[in-house]
């Protein structure tokens, strides 16, 4: 599965950063692994704070992390 093979373990609630354009989907930084994730919140542009909300079917879903 693409998050352990990433060794991110459990993920929920951990922080990152996006660091493509998350138009849905891009890549981000969690815990310094760069990994595909699935935007929440619609489109987030590059250098947003997210936050983990969920994996579904090995997908990471993020949303924009609130201030």
């Not at 493509?20 to 489109?43: P, Y």
């Not at 579904?56 to 949303?63: H, P």
Request: proline fraction near 1%; aromatic fraction near 2%.
């Amino acid at each position: 599965d693409l998050v352990r093979s990433r060794g991110l373990g459990d993920v929920y609630k951990r922080q990152g950063v996006a660091i493509t354009r998350l138009a849905l989907i891009g890549n981000a930084e969690i815990d310094g692994n760069i990994v595909e994730v699935k935007s929440m919140d619609g489109f987030l542009n590059e250098k947003t704070p997210i936050i983990v909300n969920r994996i579904t079917d090995g997908v990471i879903m993020v949303e924009k992390k609130k201030d």
